[in-house]
């Protein structure tokens, strides 16, 4: 079974930006949809993204309330996922985790200062 390692996250103002990253225990060649998905406290985990690779196609989809701020890429090679957050907004503040196949990962705190 796959492991999943989320990293990048920490302490940012309102409008700034964080660059997390997931990093896969083996090949994510064959792993289609990859997501990231948050939690923050005291709600329920929602979608952000999620992204394939098919051939050099990929398919990508966001949450709409992270349109045009966020971009999900992923790195077959390097077996990682990244999820680039700009204009980030307090209400933000949550664990992100990455998942694929029903495994996620133990996930990434970002905190967002007002």
């Known amino acids: 079974q796959v492991q999943l390692v989320e990293s990048g996250g920490g302490l940012v103002q309102a409008g700034g930006s964080l660059r997390l990253s997931c990093v896969a225990s083996?090949?994510?060649?064959?792993?289609?949809?990859m997501f990231w998905h948050r939690q923050a406290p005291g709600k329920q985990r929602e979608f952000v993204a999620s992204i394939s690779r098919v051939g050099s196609t990929s398919y990508i989809n966001y949450a709409d309330f992270v349109k045009c701020r966020f971009t999900i890429s992923r790195d077959n090679a390097k077996y990682t996922v990244y999820l680039q957050m700009n204009s980030l907004k307090p209400e933000e503040t949550a664990v992100y985790y990455c998942?694929?196949?029903?495994?996620w990962g133990q996930g990434t705190q970002v905190t967002v200062s007002s």
């Open positions: 083996g090949s994510i060649l064959s792993f289609n949809p």
């Open positions: 998942g694929v196949r029903g495994t």
